[in-house]
């Protein structure tokens, strides 16, 4: 049993939690996802990382209330259980592996997309640790929607707030902010890397592509059982299929098409939409071992 160690309701329907996880936090880094089930009856929900502590062995998650596992989810308290917490899956960010005095040769931009501030959290805070200091933009569609704003300044170089209503910080999307730093401002990034959800990334890396910034994307929000065998997370990405949970979740967001991935989350959300995705796709429409019959 994995016990939280923290839980707390950050805005509506999301929430937060710190669950002791010991030897997840000893190997996890940023951009890897874990898989959590609240007991044996529960659904496999796969959650971004959101901070971890090595020293404490522990890791914080952040969920939504998009159905009713996560509204389960939502009602466990400081003190209750995960029966399974694995990790870490995924493939780490590619800056991770990049040597640091290359690294710090860059100006590197986050853009952050509502529940997309949690993933972005510890690149970001990662990158404060190893002396290099990141420009942050924050997006909401509200201020009340905002989610980990103390964090985030602690650790960005420059945070920029962003609310599509205006009701707090910069007005309007997060692409006209990027737009504003670039033209206007006199800024120079030479790598972008934008999380949340999969229209703002789409509109982000056509923003991006259009000022010459190489720009990655994590595909996690499409992500439905972390294994590949459910065939949810199917992406074209330079024109090869590739799965956003084995193969990701980061990509390069000029060439994820968009366009196909949208269309087919909406599909995969009906039975009927899951059955002819399957038929269109044949052995590739699953990731694994590209053979499963469920």
């Given at each position: 049993m994995y016990k939280i160690l923290?839980?707390?309701?950050?805005?509506?329907?999301?929430?937060?939690?710190?669950?002791?996880?010991?030897?997840?936090?000893?190997?996890?880094q940023p951009g890897q996802f874990v898989i959590v089930r609240m007991d044996e009856e529960g659904e496999r929900i796969p959650l971004t990382i959101c901070d971890y502590n090595r020293e404490k062995g522990?890791?914080?998650?952040?969920?939504?209330?998009?159905?009713?596992?996560?509204?389960?989810?939502?009602?466990?308290?400081?003190g209750d259980s995960f029966q399974d917490f694995v990790g870490p899956l995924g493939r780490a960010s590619e800056f991770v592996e990049e040597p640091l005095d290359e690294l710090r040769k860059k100006s590197i931009l986050f853009v952050a997309g509502g529940l997309g501030t949690a993933p972005v959290y510890p690149q970001v805070k990662w990158m404060k640790e190893h002396g290099i200091e990141a420009d942050v933009i924050v997006?909401?569609?509200?201020?009340?929607?905002?989610?980990?704003?103390?964090?985030?300044?602690?650790?960005?170089?420059?945070?920029?707030?962003?609310?599509?209503?205006?009701?707090?910080?910069?007005?309007?999307?997060?692409?006209?902010?990027?737009k504003d730093l670039v033209e206007k401002e006199g800024k120079h990034y030479d790598v972008c890397v934008a999380i949340g959800p999969m229209i703002m990334m789409k509109f982000v890396s056509l923003m991006t592509k259009e000022l010459n910034i190489p720009t990655v994307v994590s595909l996690n929000?499409?992500?439905?059982?972390?294994?590949?065998?459910?065939?949810?997370?199917?992406?074209?990405?330079?024109?090869?299929?590739?799965?956003?949970?084995?193969?990701?979740?980061?990509?390069?967001?000029?060439?994820?098409?968009?366009?196909?991935?949208?269309?087919?989350q909406q599909m995969y959300k009906t039975a009927e939409g899951k059955a002819m995705l399957k038929q269109q796709e044949g052995d590739t429409h699953h990731g694994g071992c590209g053979q499963c019959s469920e």
């Open positions: 923290e839980a707390r309701e950050l805005t509506t329907n999301i929430y937060l939690m710190e669950v002791e996880a010991k030897r997840v936090a000893k190997r996890c522990s890791i914080t998650i952040v969920l939504q209330v998009v159905g009713a596992e996560t509204m389960r989810m939502a009602k466990l308290k400081t997006g909401a569609k509200t201020k009340e929607l905002l989610i980990l704003e103390k964090e985030m300044s602690e650790v960005a170089g420059n945070l920029y707030i962003t609310t599509d209503d205006g009701s707090y910080g910069r007005s309007g999307m997060v692409t006209q902010t990027i929000p499409i992500m439905v059982d972390g294994t590949g065998m459910c065939g949810a997370c199917r992406v074209t990405v330079d024109g090869e299929v590739k799965f956003a949970c084995v193969d990701g979740p980061e990509f390069d967001g000029h060439k994820v098409d968009f366009d196909q991935a949208l269309k087919r």
